[in-house]
């Protein structure tokens, strides 16, 4: 992750009410995770709202530096280090971020699998460049979220395996927008949208109407496939479109990667889950993307409050239950 982020802060107040004190929305938007950080919040003024931004953004940069694998000197990489020799106690924000890993690999069978970091520090898609046959035969066997051991009264975490190196890229931006929507509610936020890359969270409506979410068209930026009125919902994407390469044979080179196979997952071009909570709907699309669309809509359809919308590779769109209208959802599978 290169160095620190580098930061501009852009205000569009529109004045929709002047007559109502003095109350607008604000956007700011900024770097952070190498990733782009938006928001749009309701506020009472310019002052006070770059002040609220700033903390936002701050919580991002705090949570960076806990949970980066990139940076050394992050608590991460700490346990990264030290967590097949002892245990190493961590803090209350990463021992969660942990505990709801572990929860979605369960969940998943294993298709979410933190430890896919054994093999995936090996992949750099700004370089091209990905591991050899013999390189992933010899790293695939640390990957195993079980060999993950967390205490929770001592809030400590142990690996059963040397060699094993997680990897938060799949949730961590997750935890973040709901620390950043805790803050913003803080603050007496009732109205925003907050995002950073493909996971958002819409606090309240959009003043008397429902936020517009876009779910883009995985091949085509400027374009939405589909389009979704949402309140108090936390919707994450992932895509086979973020970070990725085309090798010398012409195949599609992504982050995603099978925790089976230690390459990137084929089949789907995008998972878009719903649910309450950004944390959870992070490691769920990572996860949906990883057990395909079948066995991915069976896992999501066992879950109370959470639904997915899935674009497969040949471009064809998938629903969850919750969001087939009743009679399409009693239809035998
Ligand atoms: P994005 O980073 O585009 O928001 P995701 O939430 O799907 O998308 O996260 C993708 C990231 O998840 C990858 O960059 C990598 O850090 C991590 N990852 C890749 N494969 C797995 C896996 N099988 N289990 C858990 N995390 C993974
Ligand atoms: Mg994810």
């Not at 529109?14 to 950080?37: D, H, N, R, V, Y």
Request: charged share 30%; proline share 4%; glycine share 8%.
């Amino acid at each position: 992750m290169d160095s620190f982020l580098r930061r501009t802060s852009l205000i569009v107040g529109l004045l929709l009410a002047p007559a109502m004190a003095k109350a607008e929305w604000f956007q700011f938007s900024g770097t952070a995770m190498t990733t782009p950080i938006q928001m749009e919040f309701w506020g009472d003024s310019e002052t006070e709202a770059k002040r609220i931004s700033q903390r936002v953004f701050d919580e991002f940069d705090r949570i960076d530096a806990q949970m980066s694998r990139y940076r050394e000197r992050s608590e991460l990489s700490a346990v990264n280090r030290e967590a097949a020799e002892h245990p190493v106690v961590v803090s209350g924000g990463l021992f969660r971020v942990f505990e709801k890993a572990q929860e979605v690999s369960e969940l998943s069978d294993g298709a979410f699998d933190i430890s896919f970091g054994s093999v995936g520090y090996l992949y750099d898609f700004r370089e091209k460049k990905q591991p050899t046959a013999e390189e992933v035969e010899q790293h695939l066997p640390k990957i195993n979220y079980r060999d993950i051991e967390l205490n929770k009264a001592e809030r400590s975490v142990s690996f059963r395996k040397a060699g094993l190196l997680t990897d938060m890229g799949g949730i961590a931006k997750g935890y973040s927008v709901d620390r950043g929507i805790a803050i913003l509610k803080s603050e007496g936020i009732r109205h925003a949208r907050l995002s950073a890359g493909g996971d958002m969270y819409l606090l309240g409506d959009k003043r008397g109407r429902p936020w517009v979410v876009g779910v883009r068209d995985p091949r085509q930026a400027a374009k939405n496939a589909v389009v979704l009125p949402v309140s108090d919902v936390a919707i994450s994407t992932s895509g086979d479109y973020e970070r990725f390469f085309i090798d010398e044979e012409g195949n599609r080179v992504h982050h995603i990667l099978s925790p089976k196979s230690g390459r990137p997952v084929e089949g789907i071009q995008s998972v878009t889950i719903i649910g309450n909570d950004t944390l959870t709907t992070d490691g769920l699309s990572t996860a949906v993307f990883v057990l395909g669309v079948e066995k991915g809509l069976a896992m999501i359809n066992k879950l109370d409050g959470i639904d997915a919308i899935i674009i497969d590779s040949d471009r064809k769109l998938h629903y969850s239950r919750g969001l087939l209208d009743p009679q399409d959802a009693s239809a035998p599978e």
